[in-house]
Nanobody, 124 residues
Framework: QVQVVESGGGLVQAGGSLRLSCTISGLTFADTAMGWFRQAPGKERQGVSCINWNGQYKYYTDSVKGRFYISRDNANNMMYLEMDNLKPEDTGTYYC?????????????????WGKGTLVTISS
């Protein structure tokens, strides 16, 4: 059984930083593309950043480029999202997700496994 668990959300002021972590079990992490998705209140869930199996390909949605940094540690089955210079529009529930392929297009429909999400709230 595959389990995906996120952590690291919280309440911070605009301009602050947070680091999200994700761990996954029940599959071969090193063969799996991973991603972070965000769902703001009243909006659809969308891809924020994704990373391929070996970390050499990284995708960022335009609104977070230069502020968010995705990384993974295959030896420890961990993925991270470093979020800097946070803005109120970054508020939402952040989900960690896995695509069974080694590469992903970072679309919600492409992901096979999901965590329950961690809430990030940015105050102005």
């Amino acid at each position: 059984q595959v389990q995906v668990v996120e952590s690291g959300g919280g309440l911070v002021q605009a301009g602050g930083s947070l680091r999200l972590s994700c761990t996954i079990s029940g599959l071969t992490f090193a063969d799996t593309a991973m991603g972070w998705f965000r769902q703001a209140p009243g909006k659809e869930r969308q891809g924020v950043s994704c990373i391929n199996w070996n970390g050499q390909y990284k995708y960022y949605t335009d609104s977070v480029k230069g502020r968010f940094y995705i990384s993974r540690d295959n030896a420890n089955n961990m993925m991270y999202l470093e979020m800097d210079n946070l803005k109120p529009e970054d508020t939402g529930t952040y989900y960690c997700a896995a695509d069974r392929r080694t590469w992903t297009d970072c679309k919600t429909a492409s992901m096979d496994y999901w965590g329950k999400g961690t809430l990030v709230t940015i105050s102005s």
